[in-house]
């Protein structure tokens, strides 16, 4: 059973700096992409980030400059360092992943990570 656990939301003030991780867990033969979408209280998930398989990263505008999204394959891992955060990206934060597994190649999320941005 794979899993992808996510960890390193919390609180932070605007301008503040917080670092997400998303692990990979179970029988993995490969991870293409890995991405973090991001839900506000009545609002549709939206992409943040995206990283591909070679690490060529792609950001949503709200974010650029300010967030950097990373990846280690030898941990099947992919960060989210996010700095001079926003009260508007207060959201409960997701992973995602896609991976080859038996099965074949299957779309894994995280749980979700809450991050709260106080002005």
């Known amino acids: 059973q794979v899993q992808l656990v996510e960890s390193g939301g919390g609180l932070a003030q605007a301008g503040g700096s917080l670092r997400l991780s998303c692990a990979a867990s179970g029988i993995v033969f490969r991870i293409n992409a890995m991405g973090w979408y991001r839900q506000a209280p009545g609002k549709q998930r939206e992409l943040v980030a995206a990283i591909t398989s070679g690490s060529s990263p792609n950001y949503a505008d709200s974010v650029k400059g300010r967030f950097t999204i990373s990846r280690d394959n030898a941990k099947n891992t992919v960060y989210l360092q996010m700095n001079s955060l926003k009260p508007e990206d207060t959201a409960v934060y997701y992973c995602?992943?896609?991976?080859?597994?038996?099965?074949?190649?299957?779309?894994?999320w995280g749980q979700g990570t809450q991050v709260t941005v106080s002005s």
């Open positions: 995602n992943a896609d991976i080859v597994i038996i099965a074949g190649a299957r779309r894994f």
